[in-house]
């Protein structure tokens, strides 16, 4: 069986502060990670993958996160937050024949 | 490249009806999958086709069903509407059931029941 946990229902961070957000898995198997973005009203974008290859991994406007198998993490980090990067964010788990399975989300507030 | 698209965007309905959401995959990706988000509930997996085939369901009860078409376009049918299923309905697609390829979702389709 497979799951995630956000461990942050909300953070929120001041423009230009770094961001972290964090999450752990749980997979049988060797998961996929995922994290995706989802801006007020609209569908869920892509913002980075982990598929056993490096295990940080860059992803788009500047977002990484890093794999860490002895920790069961792939927390997600910018190092300067823009008032842009407000969203709701999923990490998302994914492994064997089974559709993904998604984090109940942590919303990232950015103070200007 | 034309993303998932989704239709209708919005559908008001009342309960006991029945509606109708439909999903057109991104060209040459033979999976589609439907998630509800409804408030404060996150994500929910409804439906998993592939190749015209239903492969899995979530935990929703039989009034919530699909089909997939040969073109891969896919509808979600949800009969005997409740208030509770007023929500956002993501259509997502995928190349081939593989964990690292990537899912892309649509816009969503909001339903509202009242």
């Known amino acids: 069986a497979q799951s995630v946990t956000q461990l942050d229902s909300h953070v929120s961070v001041s423009e230009g502060t770094p961001v972290l957000l964090r999450c752990n898995y749980s997979s049988s198997y060797s998961p996929s990670l995922f994290w995706y973005v989802q801006h007020p009203n609209k569908g869920l974008q892509l913002l980075l993958k982990y598929t056993s290859a490096a295990t940080l991994v860059k992803g788009i406007n500047g977002f990484e996160a890093e794999f860490k198998k002895s920790e069961t993490s792939f927390h997600l980090t910018k190092p300067s937050a823009h008032m842009s990067d407000a969203a709701e964010y999923f990490c998302v788990v994914s492994s064997g024949n089974t559709p993904l399975v998604f984090g109940k989300g942590t919303r990232l507030s950015v103070i200007a | 490249e034309a993303g998932v698209t989704q239709s209708p965007t919005h559908l008001i309905k009342t309960r006991g009806q029945q509606a109708t959401l439909r999903c057109s995959p991104i060209s040459g990706h033979t999976s589609v999958y439907w998630y509800q988000q409804a408030l404060g509930l996150g994500l929910q997996f409804l439906l998993w086709?592939?190749?015209?085939?239903?492969?899995n369901r979530g935990n929703f009860p039989p009034r919530f069903s699909g089909r997939q078409f040969p073109n891969y376009s896919s509808e979600l049918n949800v009969n005997a509407l409740e208030l509770e299923d007023s929500a956002l309905y993501l259509c997502a697609s995928r190349v081939r059931q593989t964990s690292g390829n990537t899912i892309y979702f649509g816009e969503g389709s909001w339903l509202t029941v009242v």
């Open positions: 086709y592939d190749e015209g085939e239903e492969r």
